[in-house]
């Protein structure tokens, strides 16, 4: 199957600094890939859908120039969370959508980013 | 707006026992619905996949139906393990190539 990657798994940064996390699909090129957002025993709340050579487009109430999405390639799209604050803390999951067939996206392993 | 409900939010079963986690969706209006597993910090592992033109998929000791005019789906798992224990989550695209939609997920707990 399909292998999405991540990059970092885990990130403690303190608080105004900004995390950039990268996602990957290894073996296919992704022209759409998802970012998504878990809190504890929430569900995964969809942020923002990244098309490769255009903007993204965020879903309401996610702001835009505080989780920067770049898509520069088929097969990688980086989240940055700018000045980031303890209530940033989550885990952070990236999928990539295979553009034939079935449409089936695969599921990055997931980012957990604890701001102090 | 679609919604996705999964119940019950957590199962506990001795090991060996067959059981079934539901799964609802508001808008029957889908492209397909799959169901993942998902351990504790862990990212998300796809067990199956149902387009909306299909009944059931299954793989191994699991089956998944889907009854789209009814908005429901259900995960069966027979002669459960220890193994299994993780949250099982439900999702649903709209449309093709549409992100996904999920519920909040069965923590399924199976005891040896």
């Known amino acids: 199957g399909a292998v999405v990657s991540q990059h970092p798994s885990r990130v403690i940064c303190k608080s105004g600094t900004s995390v950039k996390i990268e996602c990957r699909s290894l073996d296919f090129q992704a022209t759409t890939m998802f970012w998504y957002r878990q809190f504890p025993k929430k569900s995964l709340m969809l942020m923002a859908t990244?098309?490769?050579?255009?903007?993204?487009?965020?879903e309401q109430g996610v702001e835009k120039d505080k989780f920067l999405i770049n898509h520069a390639s088929l097969t990688l799209s980086t989240l940055t969370v700018t000045s980031a604050h303890p209530e940033d803390s989550s885990f952070y999951i990236c999928?990539?959508?295979?553009?034939?067939?079935?449409?089936?996206?695969?599921f990055g392993p997931g980012t957990r980013l604890t701001v102090t | 707006k679609q919604e996705v409900t999964q119940i019950p939010a957590a199962l506990s079963v001795p090991e060996g026992e067959n059981l079934v986690l539901n799964c609802s969706f508001t808008d029957s209006a889908i492209y397909n619905l799959q169901w993942f597993r998902q351990d504790p910090g862990k990212g998300l592992t796809s067990l199956l996949l149902?387009?909306?033109?299909?009944r059931e998929q299954t793989s191994g000791r699991l089956n998944a139906s889907l009854d789209k005019s009814s908005g429901r789906s259900t995960l069966y798992i027979a002669a459960s393990q220890p193994g299994d224990s993780a949250t099982y989550l439900c999702?649903?695209?709209?449309?093709?190539?549409?992100?996904?939609?999920f519920g909040k997920g069965t923590t399924l707990s199976v005891s040896s």
């Open positions: 999702a649903v695209a709209n449309q093709a190539g549409t992100a996904l939609i």
């Open positions: 999928s990539a959508r295979f553009d034939r067939g079935t449409y089936e996206q695969y």
């Open positions: 149902i387009q909306s033109s299909q």
């Open positions: 990244s098309n490769e050579g255009s903007k993204a487009t965020y």
